[in-house]
């Protein structure tokens, strides 16, 4: 291949490659950017459409008048848009879930990777004053080292050997059998069964075993050992359901919780405990009923103050 032809292949690549990402190509742009003529860049769109419809890709090359360019009909951006890459360095900054050398590269290599040139300015801007004010959680732990072992061995369904600092400060040993990762209230946490272990008894309920829950920067160690355990698929641990019963993190018991709400927002109420049922409404309020693991409900209802009547565990 002479270089003319590798030159012009290379071209129609980097072309197609923007029209794919959902890119405006301007002529004039594109002949300053590789040094050809206009007549040269009309030629390649030409060969582009050509493309385009003989491979009947149900897409064609198209003119906006609006953007003054040529963009791909029904195309899909696979990027991120400034907007929603906004929206998750925003999120990552609110969660406070690591400390910052970890969450500063983050949101560097987010915005390098994902934010156009002509857009990184403005995005940077918006995100300077919250980055320059961040305040990291109070364990000041380091939460990237471990998590991507820890997800594979729930992927692989490998028994954990655990050494886990409580919150008393005494230290335990356990082995169990990783389900589940989630993130909640400026943690990230490991959602497991015990293994084998004589305290079995104490997490089960209807003879079914009951989830235990780990916050990731006080496990001191772990080790995944070569064993495999054999997951109930009947009961197969799902983080989204798990997520809609549980409050704070606290485990426990499955229970049912009735109270009678009187607020402003029953909305907010509503999204706070995905599980909840409206049982009944009067002039005063709602009476409404819940389902979830544990006594972390117990913060969040005693928080309502005077808006919340409560009978626990009915």
């Known amino acids: 291949m002479d270089a003319y032809t590798e030159a012009k292949s290379m071209r129609l690549l980097s072309m197609y490659s923007r029209l794919l990402d959902g890119k ?14 206009l007549r040269s860049v009309q ?22 008048p609006k953007e003054r360019g040529y963009r791909l009909s029904h195309a899909s951006q696979r990027g991120l848009t400034d907007s929603e ?3 998750v360095c925003k999120i990552l900054l609110e969660s406070r879930s ?9 949101l560097d290599k987010l915005v390098e990777c994902c934010v156009p040139d002509s857009s990184r300015k403005a995005v940077t801007s918006l995100l300077a004053n919250e980055r320059h004010h961040y305040v990291e959680p109070r364990h000041g732990k380091s939460i990237l080292e471990g998590l991507w072992e820890i997800g594979q061995a729930i992927e692989r369904h490998q028994v954990m050997e655990l050494e886990y600092r409580k919150m008393d400060g005494s230290v335990t040993e356990r082995p169990v059998e990783p389900v589940g990762l989630m993130f909640s209230e400026y943690y990230f946490y490991l959602v497991a069964f015990l293994h084998n272990d004589p305290r079995t008894d104490r997490y089960k309920q209807n003879n079914t075993l009951l989830p235990t829950i780990y916050r990731i920067d006080r496990i001191r160690s772990f080790t995944v050992t070569q064993e495999h355990f054999t997951p109930a698929y009947a009961n197969r641990f799902q983080e989204g ?6 409050q704070f993190m606290f485990g426990g018991k499955l229970n049912r919780v009735r ?8 909305e907010a109420v509503l999204d706070r405990l995905p599980t909840a049922q409206i049982r009944s409404q009067d002039e005063e ?5 819940v389902e979830v693991f544990g006594k972390g409900i117990e913060m969040w209802l005693r928080g309502q103050g005077e808006y919340v009547k409560y009978e626990l565990y009915a």
């Open 259 to 266: 109270f009678k709400y009187t607020g402003p927002s029953l």
């Open 241 to 246: 359901e798990f997520r809609k019963r549980i």
């Open 85 to 87: 890459i906004l929206a």
């Open 285 to 289: 309020g709602w009476e409404i009923e």
């Open 98 to 106: 690591m400390c910052r050398e970890e969450m500063m590269p983050i």
């Open 43 to 64: 030629r390649d769109l030409e060969s582009l459409r050509i493309f385009f419809a003989e491979e009947m890709l149900g897409r064609e090359i198209l003119y906006d």
């Open 24 to 37: 405006i190509l301007r002529k004039r742009e594109l002949a300053e950017e590789f040094g050809i003529a």
